[in-house]
């Protein structure tokens, strides 16, 4: 009878998802992915079914675990415009700042938002990180404000992941992000918030 071999899953999923984050789906082959993940081929087979599984599964763990953690800390139901701009900051500092960027906007880059395997991710995250924005904008700012804003944030946020692999001076961005959130905190002081 063969033995059951066990590893810890979220160690895993959190290895491979480093691994697709820094090559890219396409690009992180088997061999790469066993190395990284201390699992044999057949084990990521019998786990997982194939790089592909194995790839949706490194992507919800991504998504639910970092991506809604950050989110829950920055963004959450008691931040204000200071915390939120720490989710821009914090990309821009180590160990986030490594030069590989964010594994569902790098899936974004690389799939686009065509349906496969990192569509359900890549919508799940969008919406996250957009209704996340909103939320805080909507206390600090007024609904009026918000909807406006909350587009250029996001645009900002996802700017920022995406630049942050392509060796623009992260300076030049914390610069950037500071002035957006300056700016909206003078919006914040003005009366009238709807």
């Known amino acids: ?36 993940t201390g699992l044999v081929s057949g084990s990521i087979y ?3 079914g194939d790089k592909a599984g194995l790839f949706r ?11 809604r953690q950050r989110l829950a800390v920055f963004a959450g ?25 964010c594994l ?12 496969g395997i990192a569509s359900d991710g890549i919508t799940e995250t969008l919406t996250l990180v957009r209704e996340a924005i ?3 904008l909507a206390r600090e700012i007024g609904t009026a404000k918000a909807e406006v804003e909350t587009m250029q944030l996001v645009l900002l946020y996802h700017g920022v992941l995406t630049l942050s692999r392509s060796g623009t001076s992260l300076e030049a961005m914390r610069a950037a992000v500071n002035a957006t959130f300056e700016r909206l ?10």
């Open 185 to 194: 905190r003078a919006a914040r002081t003005q009366p009238n918030k709807q």
């Open 1 to 36: 009878m063969a033995r059951t071999r066990s590893f810890d899953r979220d160690a895993v999923l959190a290895a491979a998802g480093n691994a697709f984050r820094q090559h890219g789906y396409r690009d992180a082959s088997i061999a790469e992915l066993e190395r990284a």
């Open 104 to 115: 569902v906007n790098n899936s974004i880059i690389e799939f686009g938002m065509a349906p």
């Open 77 to 101: 139901a008691d931040a204000g415009l200071d915390e939120l701009e720490q989710l821009y900051l914090s990309v821009l500092a180590p160990p986030l700042s490594d030069g590989f960027g």
């Open 134 to 136: 909103a939320s805080v």
């Open 57 to 67: 599964a490194a992507l919800e763990h991504y998504v639910h675990g970092f991506v």
């Open 46 to 48: 019998n786990a997982f």
